[in-house]
């Protein structure tokens, strides 16, 4: 059993021992879900549990943290063994991440981007922004003040479906028709605008759309392709290391501003760490020292570590750009990194 | 938050992974900056998270850019090439190695391809017309009613008031032998594309129309050429048929020759060519094989039965074909039997509830097979069957694989008359009458057109005795 896991298992007051699972949630098992999950799916996690940028972090998390506080019941009702408790967490954010991946439907996403495609096309459809909402409909309806038409929940939207299919496809299944044509259909049963959303659920029910798992997003096989078939620069000893990491610190901090933040934010080493707690560990820098190199506060180092490794929608909103211009310049920051390390290293250090 | 004293392991250990509330964080890092013993704490506490695995980190771009999948404005700006040489390199890195996002922007640049023709086809005026109206009418009542516009409508109006006058008092005076002015043109409607008797529907409703109320259907979405290069005079040419496609006009000369269409293969032009010089499409074979045979396995029944849709005794692109019924009053369930000529059953779709009259079938038939199909519904626990036993089968045969993959490079031709040719030799009934009645809309004096139309819809007619 894992030693971690002994002040926990050991609490015989109702209190103590919640007091010690909390420790086990807060200090071992929440870092390594937000590494898992940052790692796997490229969707950064705050402290809290969250990230303004995508709703889906906060489900992830959540998720992977009951599974973690079930097993830990579980172990408490001795019907589990744990060697490794952080492995073992790893492994239940993995799952999580896999299960996010597979209920994530392509059909559904390649269908929305056609609809999109349709109604910025099209020149009798539009759609246009109103009031926090994306709505759409005829392009003349752009202007007018009639009320949208609002989703319901998802009895109220199958009956529409239904009624949809009966009313106007009848003779004719949706599928075998245009997408223009369903849409002005649906739009001539609505006779107002719609959000877009619900414009994509009303034409996925009606052509009965397939759905099926993201199969190809499979972090089973992605790790592989990762760390063997990209070019990967490791160093065994802590010498090495040290080296290493002395080297690409040296290397960051002679980019261009956006380029070196780019980077330094979005950096993570295979086990998932960010690069100013490797640097730190390695003692090449301070806290202070990063303030100065960055030219940042160190209050704003320490807020900034916090969120890293950071994902990319997180660092645009950071940097207040876009997230194009953020791959831009970690494009370009990957690029010379790798020139000035592969003349330091050698080719032969990549593994 | 002044710090006194060193920091204890468990502190450090929440300052480490950041879990320590906002003062209490800066406080902590003002302090390890000068007490050489916490900082050393602070080293040890993150060596101990980190643990003793060694530092591997990737240098590849691909790697670097594995989850910034693609978006829908990325997909455009690949499609239509508006993407900067950066931004291209940037996407074509993360292509590399995420096959979603490559089968993402192979089905996005398809569709658009496919969309292309359609875009000037023109949809939903009839519509269009009612809820303008309204918007016209809010509108109008916003406008009027700010001070400033009121009075300058106030203004045009008197405007307008003394011009009138003056007209009329001119053409008094002209009335003995000078000419005559012209006659005052109607105003133009505020919705230019409505025939006059729709601008007379004035009902204001924007709520969702009841079925028994549908809006007026267009058979089908008629299509506008834009900007399609004119043929010569068809009598210059020895034209005798033709007609104005999406593509642009198609013609055939005395000879025979298709004109306008030389992307199309020999085989749809000589099509083509035959049909618009006999005006008459070949009887498929289809119609024959899918004709209905009675249905002799059940037993009479008078059970009032319910009606099969779609597909009906015509052949059928799709080999995952969708099935559609009427609604069965009282049905609690419904279960839709595919067999083949033999009787045997290929495939079910077990119980389907009540409220469903449709189903697609998820796993793929055969090519260029022919089928029977019914639906058996459950109602208080008693089987009634569709087609009933007064009916005949119901059949359909999905298109052979020969078919299917010529009406794919058919369709990359935009034309609606080679479709529709396509289509009606085929035995697509349904779609080759959909064909015809886009080309109608666009030659609305067409008799060929509407010969060939008339036509198939006999087909369809007959099918459904």
């Not at chain 1, 760490?273 to 990063?290: R, T, Y």
């Not at chain 2, 969309?115 to 009839?126: A, D, F, I, M, N």
């Not at chain 2, 005006?279 to 009675?294: H, V």
Request: aromatic residues 8%; hydrophobic residues 40%.
């Amino acid at each position: 059993m894992d030693q971690l896991l002994q002040p926990y298992l050991h609490a015989s007051l109702e209190a103590e021992s919640q007091a010690r699972l909390d420790e086990l949630l807060l200090l071992h098992a929440a870092p390594v879900i937000r590494r898992t999950v940052r790692n796997r799916l490229g969707i950064s996690i705050s402290l809290q549990g969250t990230n303004p940028q995508n709703p889906d972090a906060q489900d992830l998390y959540q998720e992977a943290m009951a599974r973690v506080v079930h097993a830990l019941n579980e172990l408490r009702q001795e019907k589990l063994g744990i060697d490794d408790f952080r492995k073992y967490v790893a492994g239940i954010a993995a799952n999580v991440c896999r299960d996010y991946l597979r209920a994530r439907s392509p059909a559904r996403r390649r269908l929305r981007d056609n609809i999109r495609l349709v109604l910025t096309r099209h020149p009798d459809f539009a759609m246009w922004q109103s009031d926090e909402e994306q709505l759409c409909g005829f392009d003349f309806w752009r202007h007018s003040s009639v009320p949208m038409t609002r989703s319901g929940d998802e009895k109220e939207l199958t009956a529409t479906i239904e009624e949809l299919r009966s009313a106007r496809f009848a003779r004719e299944h949706p599928a075998r028709l245009p997408l223009p044509r369903v849409l002005s259909d649906v739009f001539v049963w609505t006779g107002k605008p719609i959000d877009f959303n619900t414009v994509v659920k009303i034409v996925a029910g009606l052509i009965s759309l397939r759905e099926y798992a993201d199969d190809s997003f499979d972090e089973e096989t992605f790790p592989s392709v990762e760390y063997s078939q990209l070019e990967t620069v490791s160093a065994q000893s802590v010498v090495e290391q040290k080296e290493l990491l002395r080297h690409l610190w040296e290397v960051v901090k002679t980019l261009p501003s956006e380029q070196r933040d780019t980077y330094c934010f979005l950096f993570h080493d295979q086990r998932g760490w960010d690069l100013f707690s490797l640097l730190i560990e390695a003692e090449i820098v301070s806290l202070k020292d990063l303030g100065r190199a960055l030219d940042r506060s160190q209050q704003e180092i320490i807020r900034l570590r916090s969120q890293m490794p950071m994902d990319g929608p997180t660092l645009a909103a950071e940097l207040n750009v876009s997230r194009p211009q953020i791959n831009k310049w970690r494009f370009r920051a990957v690029k010379n990194i790798r020139r000035e390390l592969e003349m330091f290293w050698g080719k032969n250090k990549y593994s | 938050m002044e710090i006194t004293g060193h920091i204890s392991a468990t502190r450090m250990e929440r300052f480490s992974i950041g879990a320590l509330d906002h003062p209490e964080m800066n406080g902590v890092s003002v302090h390890l900056v000068d007490c050489r013993a916490c900082h050393h704490l602070f080293v040890e506490t993150l060596r101990r998270q980190l643990g003793d695995s060694s530092l591997s980190f990737s240098l590849a771009p691909e790697f670097w850019l594995r989850h910034e999948h693609l978006e829908y404005e990325q997909l455009v700006g690949l499609a239509d090439k508006t993407v900067d040489a950066t931004e291209r390199e940037i996407l074509e890195t993360h292509l590399k190695t995420c096959s979603s996002c490559r089968e993402d922007l192979s089905s996005f640049l398809a569709f658009q391809e496919q969309l292309e023709p359609q875009l000037s086809v023109r949809y939903g005026r009839v519509e269009t017309n009612r809820v303008y109206r309204m918007g016209w009418k809010d509108r109008w009542f916003g406008f009027a009613w700010s001070p400033a516009y009121a009075t300058a409508i106030v203004l045009i109006v008197f405007g307008l008031i003394t011009a009138v006058l003056v007209i009329k008092r001119r053409s008094a005076t002209l009335e003995a032998g000078g000419p005559r002015p012209s006659p005052v043109k109607p105003s133009i409607s505020p919705t230019p594309t409505l025939g006059s008797e729709v601008v007379k529907n004035t009902s204001p409703t924007p709520a969702p129309v009841p079925t028994e109320q549908l809006p007026i259907r267009v058979p089908s979405p008629a299509f506008a050429v834009k900007n399609k290069p004119s043929m010569a005079p068809a009598e210059n040419r020895g034209v005798i048929a033709e007609v104005n496609d999406e593509r642009g006009a198609i013609a055939v000369d005395r000879n025979g020759n298709v004109l306008g269409a030389d992307d199309l293969s020999q085989e749809a032009k000589r099509d083509i060519s035959e049909v618009l010089v006999t005006q008459k499409l070949k009887t498929p074979q289809s119609n024959e094989d899918l004709a209905g045979a009675p249905i002799t396995l059940r037993g009479p029944d008078n059970t009032p039965t319910f009606r099969l849709l779609s597909p009906g005794r015509e052949v059928v692109l799709s080999d995952h074909p969708s099935f559609a019924w009427g609604k069965l009053a009282g049905a609690t369930s419904y279960r839709v039997v595919i067999g083949d000529l033999k009787g045997h059953e290929i495939a079910s779709s077990g119980q389907i509830s009540g409220d469903q009259t449709m189903w697609t079938m998820p796993t793929a038939l055969k090519r260029g097979e022919i089928y029977t199909w019914e639906v058996e519904a459950n109602v208080d626990g008693k089987k009634v069957f569709a087609p009933g036993t007064s009916q005949t089968q119901m059949k359909f045969m999905v298109l052979s694989d020969r078919g299917a993959k010529e009406l794919e490079e058919l369709k990359k031709a935009n034309s609606h008359l080679a479709l529709g040719v396509f289509y009606a030799r085929e035995g697509m009934v349904t779609d080759a009458e959909l064909e015809f009645q886009i080309l109608i809309q666009a030659n609305p004096k067409s008799s060929v057109l509407k010969k060939l139309l008339k036509q198939v819809q006999s087909w369809k007619s007959s099918s459904a005795d």
